[in-house]
């Protein structure tokens, strides 16, 4: 695979699951990889060690993210939205905030993060996500709706971003790049699940595709049942 003439990447959580295949597409493709994480999770990169430079720290820490996308072309970043303290928009904000003037950033999060008005979610989605959200407030783990906030301070920015928006994830092979669509409801998408191999494969095609600059694609496996279904539907 080729850099598209990117050399250097930073992965924005990079010890989660999605962050470790983020960093070895990223590192399969050429790019040189700088990674962040928490202290206390830089052990699960610990087979990567020899082959990227971690930044460890909280991503939504100002002066961790400062040094770590220092000379980077692209960024890629995980928004978590755990604990009750808008880590998922701090993390946004950090990366819009100190990223290299021109560089690629791609942030993941769930197809819940609205664009505008023509997603269409079903009443099942919808609940559910209320419920959730909700529920996870209640109990102070995680913050749903500061991914919505974050996806909001991203749309608002005139940086060259592009915010992946996953549906249900499953571990498995990769089956290959993601079928994307603008928007939540669109039939190609019913089926709702990507492997999560792939969601970070997309991620990383997203940092040399300026066709997905200021984009949201929502995305499904490219062999879940409603992609292929409608698999020449633009
Ligand atoms: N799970 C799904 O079904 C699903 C569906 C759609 C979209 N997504 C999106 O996919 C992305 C990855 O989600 P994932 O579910 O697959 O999880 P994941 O890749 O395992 O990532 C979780 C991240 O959160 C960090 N984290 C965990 N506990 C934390 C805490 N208490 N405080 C701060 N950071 C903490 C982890 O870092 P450590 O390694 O330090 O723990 C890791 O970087 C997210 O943007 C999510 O919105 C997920």
Same mark, same amino acid.
């Given at each position: #695979?080729?850099?598209?003439?990117? =050399?250097?990447?930073?992965?924005?959580?990079?010890?989660?699951?999605?962050?470790?295949?983020?960093?070895?597409?990223?590192?399969? =493709?050429?790019?040189?990889?700088? %990674?962040?994480?928490?202290?206390?999770? @830089?052990?699960?990169?610990?087979?990567?060690?020899?082959?990227?430079?971690?930044?460890?720290?909280? /991503?939504?820490?100002?002066?961790?993210?400062?040094?770590?996308?220092? %000379?980077?072309?692209? @960024?890629? /970043?995980?928004?978590?939205?755990?604990? $009750?303290?808008?880590?998922?928009?701090?993390?946004?904000?950090? @990366?819009?905030?100190?990223?290299?003037?021109?560089?690629?950033?791609?942030?993941?999060?769930? !197809?819940? @993060?609205?664009?505008?008005?023509?997603?269409?979610?079903? !009443?099942?989605?919808?609940?559910?996500?209320?419920?959730?959200?909700?529920?996870?407030?209640? $109990?102070?783990?995680?913050?749903?709706?500061?991914?919505?906030?974050?996806?909001?301070?991203?749309?608002?920015? *005139?940086?060259?971003?592009?915010?992946?928006? %996953?549906?249900?994830?499953?571990?498995?092979?990769?089956?290959?790049?993601?079928? !994307?669509?603008?928007?939540?409801?669109?039939?190609?998408?019913?089926?709702?699940?990507?492997?999560? $191999? *792939?969601?970070?494969?997309? #991620?990383?095609?997203?940092?040399? *595709?300026?066709?997905?600059?200021?984009?949201?694609?929502?995305?499904?496996?490219?062999?879940?049942?409603?992609?292929?279904?409608?698999?020449?539907?633009?």
């Amino acid at each position: #695979m080729s850099t598209g003439g990117m =050399r250097r990447v930073c992965v924005i959580g990079a010890s989660g699951k999605l962050g470790q295949y983020l960093v070895r597409h990223a590192l399969d =493709r050429g790019h040189e990889v700088v %990674g962040v994480c928490r202290e206390r999770s @830089v052990g699960k990169l610990a087979g990567l060690a020899d082959r990227i430079t971690v930044v460890p720290g909280d /991503t939504n820490d100002p002066a961790v993210i400062k040094r770590a996308v220092a %000379g980077c072309e692209g @960024v890629l /970043t995980v928004l978590a939205p755990w604990g $009750v303290r808008q880590y998922s928009s701090g993390t946004a904000q950090a @990366v819009l905030d100190h990223a290299e003037p021109g560089a690629r950033l791609v942030f993941s999060c769930g !197809w819940h @993060v609205a664009r505008d008005g023509a997603d269409q979610y079903t !009443w099942r989605f919808r609940a559910t996500v209320r419920l959730v959200t909700w529920l996870a407030r209640l $109990v102070r783990a995680v913050e749903i709706d500061d991914q919505v906030e974050a996806g909001r301070r991203i749309f608002a920015s *005139d940086r060259r971003w592009t915010l992946v928006r %996953g549906s249900d994830l499953e571990e498995g092979e990769s089956q290959g790049l993601p079928v !994307w669509r603008r928007h939540v409801g669109d039939p190609a998408l019913a089926s709702n699940l990507t492997r999560r $191999v *792939d969601f970070a494969l997309f #991620m990383v095609a997203a940092l040399t *595709d300026d066709t997905l600059v200021q984009e949201a694609p929502a995305i499904v496996g490219r062999l879940a049942p409603s992609a292929l279904a409608h698999a020449t539907a633009a």
